[in-house]
Each structure stands twice: as C-alpha cells, then as structure tokens.
C-alpha cells in the first residue's frame, strides 16, 4: 500500500497547531493508560453518545479517512428496491460524535445496489477512495468513487475498470506489483463467463498504472482454481515483503496462493497446507506465537471429522514454519460451534494479539496471553453477548486502539464500542 503523502501547511495558525498537538498528547496519554493496565480494558457501548440517534437500515459499513482531519470517520450504505442505493458519509468531530451534528453527514446516490463496499487510498491523495461491486449492467458489475479529500466520491470520465461479471463478491485492494499504488483482486464464490460457463480462473486481478486507471492482468498472474472461494486473508506468509493469497472455501480443501515475486500468484496448496476438509466461513492473520511471521485462525461451521482433533472442533490455527508452510495447531479455548467470522487486534496493549470470533451462539472474546494461551473473558470485556452478524474497527478518539462498530444478528441498527480502560 502506498504510504499517505505529507501535506505541508505553510499557513497554519497557532490555534490549529495547538488542536492538533493537544489531539496527539490526549491519544498518547490515552493509549498509555490501556497498555499499562491490559486486565482492566474493556468495550463500552456509545452509540447514544456518539451515533445519530436516528435508526437506519444498514446493509454495510466501514470506518475510513474521508478526509484529512485526524479520527476514523464512517461510511455505511443501504440498496432501495428498484431505486439503486444510498451512501452515507458521517464525519467524526471527536467528542461531538460522527455525524450527530448539522452538517457532518452527507448522503450520496448511487444507480445501481451495491452488493459489496471496500475502501482504499486508489488515486494516492491521502483520503480514501471507494470500490464498490453493484448489480450488473453494460460496463460490469463494479466501479470506482473516487475521494476529492474532502468527502465527496465520484466516478471519473477517464477512468473506467475492466468488465466485472456479476458473479464476483468481494475485492481487495492490495500493492500485488509492489509499485506503491493499491490493485484489486476480485473473487465470488462461483464465478461465471460471459456466456455462463465456470471461469476456470474464479478471480481477476487489476493492476493500477498509477494514475488510479487499471488494467486486466488475470491470465498472467492468477492461477486456476476451483469454485467456492467464500473469502480471502491477504498477507505475507513466507517473509518476502510480497503479499500472498489464502482462500477460504465453504465446501472443501482451502487453498494458498503465494506471490512468485513479480506479482504472479501460484498455487502452493498441495506443498505448503495441510489436508482438511471444511466448511470455511472466514479467517484472519497475525503472528500469534510472536516468532516473526504471520499465522492464521480458521473459521468453520463444520470440520470433517476425520480431520478434528477432538469431538465439536470447529475452529483452528495454522501454524507458520516461517516460510510459508502451515501446519493445524488445535486449542480448546476456541469456540466448539458455528462460527462465522473472526477479527484480530491488540485490544488490550500487550504487543500479543487478541480474537474476536463471533459464533452462532454469540461473540467470543478471547485475550492473547502469549505461545497459543487465551483467556475466554468476553462477559467482561465485552457489553453485548447476543449473536453478532458483523464488525468493522477504526480508532474513533485517536487513542492508537481500535474501536468497533457492530450489527447485532436480526437488527440494522449499528453500535458503537469503544475501547476503554476501567
């Protein structure tokens, strides 16, 4: 990902100078009081101090830097029947909330619904841009929004991307050629050709010139797989600097694609994982047994019982060698049912990362205590124990920790949680 430019301010007021050193000072100070007292973090509900009090029907959400003032600002949408969809931008003014006041929220049209919402710096302005994946049409089944800096998403004349099938469901933004702008890589779970057929590749890959324009490098530089893909975990497992594909399938063996150094992804499954056959919900990364590279922990709603460990498994790591080959590292502390999504953060300060796994039943709050070891603390640290149909995370009071905005199961009514300290 291309690092953010630094704008320079030759005009800046004291006034202004002093807001922003008194922002850092106050996330300092703020960040410090977490990490020296981790027993005593929790989640706090603020959504009626913070969120406009009005409902809303929300389809999907994530926080995002619309513009250049410091504080994670969110985007959420709705598709209307038969009338495309609507975009809401709230901006965060700190202690005022995110889009509670006159004039820190903004409603923006789109055509077509929207099935699917990533974000990512695309143009290299500093702000975030917007992809989205819509119903079809003509041109495809995606587009790009792009930020003025201040808010404001448009598409632009010039810039339009390759044909998009309607089959494709989600898209990540990722530096595949390691040339500092963000590409994206589309995948769906059966991904058709145009006249119907399975595409034997089940993803595209668009490369970006630059100048926010892309191009169609998929026969180059992706493999062909099987249909099913459920979803991705993008990082770098075999501790080259490039980053590498793994894929969750919903039926079936998950499958890992590592970069061959010139953004070519080639598939290392059969060498690099371990043989299991699940059902894959989703799957997150991070370096739990703190030995320098990225593991991961999968998500199931089933495993086949010839490949649990014991009765009820359904969740598991993926241990890292270092160079990219995993081995299935079981623990009982994860939950023994469905489970649909997971989510991995320091909450807490320690440097040891910590779960979030949201299961049939409810969330699973699970504090990292270091070699694969978790405490299941999730009544104390966490204010809603219903089920959780999704999270997306920003740092809300610039206090370095990431909070969370959360749809319950049944309910489209976002909350708000903040990271706090007792």
């Known amino acids: 990902m291309s690092p953010n430019p630094i ?53 999907g959400a994530t926080f995002a830097r619309v513009d250049r003032i410091p504080g994670s600002d969110l985007i959420w949408f709705v598709s209307v029947p038969g009338d495309g969809a ?26 077509e619904a929207i099935r699917f919402l990533a974000k990512g710096d695309v143009s290299g302005n500093g702000t975030d841009d917007l992809i989205l994946i819509t119903s079809s049409s003509k041109k495809g089944s995606a587009k790009v929004l792009f930020n003025n800096g201040k808010g404001y ?20 933004l990722v530096d595949v050629d390691q040339d500092r ?8 779970k059966k991904v058709l050709t145009g006249n119907g057929k399975i ?4 993803g595209q890959v668009l490369v970006n010139n630059g100048e926010g324009k ?31 594909v793994f894929l969750m399938y919903g039926n079936g063996q998950n499958r890992l694609l590592m970069n061959n150094g010139v953004g070519q992804f080639v598939d290392k499954t059969n060498s690099l994982l371990p043989r299991i056959l699940d059902k894959s919900t989703h799957a997150d990364w991070a370096d739990f047994d703190q030995d320098g590279d990225n593991d991961l922990l999968v998500i199931n709603t089933t495993i086949n019982k010839r490949y649990q460990s014991y009765p009820g498994e359904t969740c598991y790591f993926l241990e890292n060698d270092g160079y990219g080959r995993f081995r299935k590292t079981s623990n009982r502390e994860l939950p ?9 953060l320091d909450a807490n ?53 990431l909070d969370i905005l959360g749809v319950s199961a049944g309910k489209s009514t976002p909350k708000l949680w903040l990271n706090r300290v007792k």
């Open 7 to 59: 704008y320079h301010l030759p005009c800046l007021t004291k006034v202004l100078y002093f807001i922003l050193i008194s922002s850092f000072a106050i996330g300092c100070s703020q960040k410090r009081r977490v990490a020296e007292n981790p027993d005593l973090q929790f989640f706090q509900d603020v959504s009626h101090h913070y969120l406009p009090s009005d409902k809303v029907s929300l389809q």
């Open 86 to 111: 609507r975009i809401k931008i709230l901006f965060n003014e700190g202690k005022k909330g995110i889009g509670r006041n006159k004039g820190a929220s903004k409603v923006q049209r789109v055509d």
């Open 153 to 172: 998403f448009s598409s632009r004349p010039n810039v339009e991307l390759p044909f998009i099938p309607e089959s494709m469901d989600r898209v990540d």
């Open 181 to 188: 702008d963000l590409d994206l890589i589309f995948t769906g």
């Open 199 to 202: 595409d034997k590749r089940q």
């Open 214 to 244: 892309f191009k169609n490098v998929t026969a180059l530089l992706w493999p062909m797989l099987p249909a099913g893909i459920v979803g991705t975990s993008i990082a770098d497992y075999d501790r080259d600097g490039l980053p590498d």
């Open 336 to 344: 023994a049912e469905s489970a649909f999504r997971v989510y991995l």
């Open 349 to 401: 300060g320690t440097g040891i990362p910590d779960a979030i796994i949201l299961g049939r039943k409810g969330p699973h709050y699970m504090v990292g205590l270091g070699k694969w070891n978790f405490s299941v603390e999730t009544n104390k640290r966490f204010p809603e124990t219903g089920p959780i149909k999704n999270m997306t995370f920003g740092d809300i009071n610039g206090d370095g920790f």
